[in-house]
């Protein structure tokens, strides 16, 4: 297996504009994340994947790779499928979330492992929900697994419905996961997807794997034991430098 890991970078997020650039203990969230997925022992090269110079130069500063991409991409998966043409040599590629400056290595590895099995060619990681606070929170995606760990259903909502059963007991009944955000893809399969039309299901739950499942591709899953923490808003910096202070 060849790797390429790719962080997809953008500056113009409606929620928390310049999020890649923000400091977080001295470092840019970008460098914070690319310094982590530097760590895990089976990615061969690692890119930043930006349509802005601000992030592209500070990249650069720092001794990170970086591709400059087009300004039209809707998605970071559609950014991916851009370095994917340009680095043909790439047979495997990880998509990191930007926004995650704690990234665990080790979920890395756990995800390429997924491709171990000729059978798989996209992946994701999955976690066991621990409280009713995630199950129902509709910011937390929920997956159900078959049972050869592969997912066949994301939703925002909590999922499958436990009949005759009080919600706030839900999580006794039954073993619900999270999706985390994190995918891999073999590259000719990524740029397959990437000339998919959106889809019904995507666009009600705004979730693009749901996509690819509806055009009949299998997702296959790692369950990780990690935390995994993204910076959505300010709020969620605020928390994570509360955080690192009392650590």
Not at 108 to 116: G, P, Q, S, T, V
Request: charged residues 25%; hydrophobic residues 35%; negative net charge.
């Amino acid at each position: 297996m060849n790797v390429i890991g790719v962080i997809p970078a953008r500056y113009d997020s409606s929620r928390f504009p310049g999020k890649p650039l923000v400091d977080i203990g001295g470092k840019s969230m970008i460098q914070r994340v690319y310094e982590q997925c530097s760590k895990s022992t089976s990615i061969s090269k690692l890119i930043v994947a930006t349509d802005d110079q601000r992030i592209a130069d500070h990249v650069k500063l720092f001794g990170g790779n970086v591709t400059l991409t087009s300004i039209n991409h809707q998605s970071g998966t559609d950014r991916c499928a851009e370095v994917a043409n340009n680095y043909p040599e790439f047979d495997i590629l990880i998509n990191i979330q930007g926004d995650e400056p704690m990234i665990n290595p080790d979920q890395i590895d756990l995800l390429c492992k997924c491709f171990e099995n000729p059978n798989a060619s996209i992946a994701t990681l999955v976690k066991k929900i621990s409280s009713n606070e995630e199950l129902f929170n509709e910011n937390t995606p929920k997956v159900i697994l078959n049972k050869n760990n592969e997912a066949i259903l994301f939703s925002r909502t909590a999922i499958p419905f436990i009949r005759g059963k009080a919600k706030e007991n839900w999580i006794e009944q039954y073993t619900f996961y999270k999706h985390i955000g994190i995918y891999g893809f073999k590259t000719e399969t990524l740029k397959k997807l990437n000339n998919l039309p959106v889809s019904a299901l995507e666009s009600a739950e705004a979730l693009e794997q749901l996509r690819w499942i509806e055009n009949g591709y299998r997702i296959h899953t790692a369950i990780t034991d990690k935390e995994s923490q993204a910076i959505d808003t300010p709020q969620d910096l605020e928390k994570l430098l509360k955080w690192i202070n009392e650590c």
